[in-house]
């Protein structure tokens, strides 16, 4: 393996993977930077499916370019599960309302949904599932999944990060994920976490 296509073409995921994955020596190229244009239907019904299946898909591309053939193709899928709400939005977090309906929007009703319940009700997790398609005499394939548990605030709070960062709070923190730094939300992340752990998983393979 000499090379690593990461299959989104989210800049703000790019310079997170380049940070946690560069230690592998390996180059690591966006889907975009590949020249690789597709429209995956993301229909699987856990995070760990959709991944899968963006994986799948862009590999399938990636590994009929020369330059491409041997390269490990990366895939994540990721959003917010409300215990409360029977695990909403979950994998529908990027449709929730709508894919065009602002964070503002979308945070004020899933507050107003818990209007009323107490904190020990309010748990929350956002996850990241990432999978691997490894091309080879031996193909391999897997997923890793990494997560941080918090609890859904009362109010919005902080203007980092993106989409429910301002609602989702960590406890050991004492604010939202909106607040944080960007290094210290990737130190404790879902995306930080499942990277580390895909890390360890290719060290071990390359
Ligand atoms: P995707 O994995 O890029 O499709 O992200 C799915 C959706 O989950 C995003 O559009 C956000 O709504 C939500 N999400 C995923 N990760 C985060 C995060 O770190 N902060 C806030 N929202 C997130």
Redesign the pocket.
């Known amino acids: 393996m000499d090379k690593i296509i990461f299959a989104?073409g989210?800049e703000h995921?790019m310079i997170e993977i380049r940070a946690i994955l560069s230690d592998l020596g390996v180059e690591i190229l966006s889907q975009k930077e590949a020249g690789i244009k597709a429209d995956v239907i993301e229909d699987g019904m856990t995070f760990e499916e959709n991944a899968m299946i963006k994986a799948t898909e862009i590999a399938k591309i990636a590994h009929e370019m020369p330059e491409y053939a041997h390269a490990v193709v990366l895939a994540?899928?990721?959003?917010?599960e409300i215990d409360y709400l029977g695990g909403e939005p979950g994998i529908y977090?990027?449709r929730?309302m709508g894919e065009d309906t602002s964070?503002r929007i979308k945070n004020a009703n899933l507050i107003g949904r818990l209007d009323g319940v107490p904190k020990e009700e309010r748990t929350a997790r956002?996850v990241?599932a990432i999978a691997a398609v490894i091309p080879g005499d031996e193909p391999e394939e897997f997923v890793v999944r990494g997560i941080i548990e918090g609890y859904i605030g009362w109010e919005e709070k902080g203007t980092n990060?993106?989409?429910?960062?301002p609602i989702?709070y960590v406890e050991e923190y004492g604010c939202s994920?909106a607040e944080l730094d960007s290094v210290t939300?990737n130190q404790i992340?879902?995306?930080g976490n499942a990277l580390r752990m895909m890390k360890e998983r290719l060290d071990g393979i390359l």
């Open positions: 989104t989210n995921k994540d899928d990721s959003g917010l977090s990027a929730y964070y956002f990241c990060g993106f989409g429910y960062d989702f994920t939300k992340s879902h995306r």
